[in-house]
């Protein structure tokens, strides 16, 4: 699937003024709908990717539809490939090593926090959640990796988002638990977990 080099995502607080938008931002420049669609807490979110300065001028547009029911939003303009494919729900699965799981208030927050610690040090994103089933308009991300870069990443984000004002809460497990691997290999929604039992049980 082709990968385009910018991206935009937009939050929308009302769904009829999300697809509103939407629709202006698909008319206003070339670019491709990559995904919207309604998210939980009533919300719609929009990714849109092409060339910048396409995306750029939608975005504004989108901005400018959407007034103030636009809760937040972001632009990518050289998108780090596994942000990209996460976006997608694509995962990265098979890695071993420490654990960091990163929880934000929005899509656009958690989106730009991946792209910060991808960029800025050798981790990998396991999953990225889009204010899906149950997650009340958040967005959560995990990364794994050895236990010194996992701390940079997280790091990183907390910076990011003391300085945008906004809550950091995050977790780093140095050693997980062989049945946690395997959970969050599989996801981290509850409904799509499988029982595994541990070792030394007896029933």
Request: charged residues 20%; negative net charge; contains cysteine.
């Amino acid at each position: 699937m082709k990968k385009h080099p910018a991206i935009a995502i937009v939050e929308f607080s009302e769904i009829p003024v999300g697809m509103y938008a939407t629709d202006a931002m698909l008319k206003k420049a070339p670019l491709a709908c990559v995904r919207c669609g309604t998210v939980s807490r009533g919300r719609y979110l929009t990714v849109v990717g092409g060339m910048p300065a396409p995306v750029e001028e939608a975005l504004a547009e989108a901005l400018r539809e959407g007034g103030a029911g636009v809760i937040d939003h972001l632009l990518l303009a050289d998108v780090h490939p596994q942000v990209y494919d996460a976006i997608l729900g694509q995962r990265k699965v098979g890695g071993r090593g420490a654990l960091g799981i990163v929880e934000t208030d929005t899509v656009a927050l958690n989106v730009r926090a991946a792209e910060l610690a991808l960029k800025g040090t050798p981790v990998d994103l396991i999953e990225i959640r889009l204010a899906d089933t149950g997650l009340a308009g958040k967005g959560i991300s995990l990364y794994q990796g050895d236990l010194h870069d996992v701390e940079a990443a997280v790091g990183l984000i907390v910076g990011y988002l003391k300085e945008a004002g906004a809550d950091a809460r995050y977790r780093i497990i140095p050693s997980p638990h062989e049945a946690l691997t395997h959970q969050v290999e599989i996801s981290t929604l509850f409904g799509s977990s499988r029982m595994l039992p541990l070792d030394g049980e007896d029933f």
